[in-house]
């Protein structure tokens, strides 16, 4: 299947940005519009990072356990997801860039190894759900971020 990206772009270098992705506890605040009952397991950032997560789709639940598998400060983190049995193997890799007008672009692409028939059989609609999915966690990265900047805390103030 052809992997899925979305960016945003948001008005912070992108090292601060990556502070925020490189804590694995911070994706639950932009992606539990499909993606709840966190459970965070391992370091708390960079590689090894895990956690274990519902992920509700289409009117579907399944378990997904996601892993940081790459992470090469501040441009990129590179994360294993596995579910549906171990029939489901995709990566998910942010990459932050400076923007052309200040800020960064961070992009987010979702690619599969490995898919259920299913999947690869409704392909294009799989596609769009999951675009549509990821670009609702773009924008609610943004705010996230926009919200840590403004109150001081975690991400873009540098702490985590």
């Known amino acids: 299947m052809r992997p899925v990206t ?3 772009d948001v008005p912070h270098a992108p090292e601060p940005v990556y502070a925020f992705l490189d804590v694995m506890a911070h994706h639950e605040r932009f992606t539990n519009h499909y993606l709840t009952h966190w459970r965070c397991t391992g370091p708390d950032r960079g590689k090894g ?6 992920a509700a789709l289409a009117g579907a ?6 892993e940081v598998v790459e992470a090469d400060p501040p441009r990129r983190i590179v994360e294993r997801n596995v579910s549906a049995g171990g029939a489901r193997v995709a990566h998910g890799t942010y990459v932050i ?3 052309v007008e200040g800020g960064s672009r961070v992009s987010f692409t979702y690619a599969w190894e490995s898919a259920p028939l299913a999947d690869r059989l409704f392909a294009p609609f799989v596609r769009r759900v999951m675009r549509r ?5 773009m924008w609610r990265l943004a705010v996230a971020l926009e919200r840590d900047a403004a109150s001081g805390t975690s991400g873009t103030s540098g702490a985590s």
Do not use: G, K, L, W
């Open 133 to 137: 999915a990821n670009a609702t966690a």
């Open 6 to 8: 979305v960016s945003v």
């Open 49 to 54: 990072a895990a956690a274990t997560v519902t």
């Open 61 to 66: 639940r399944t378990d997904v356990t996601i």
């Open 97 to 99: 860039e400076p923007a």
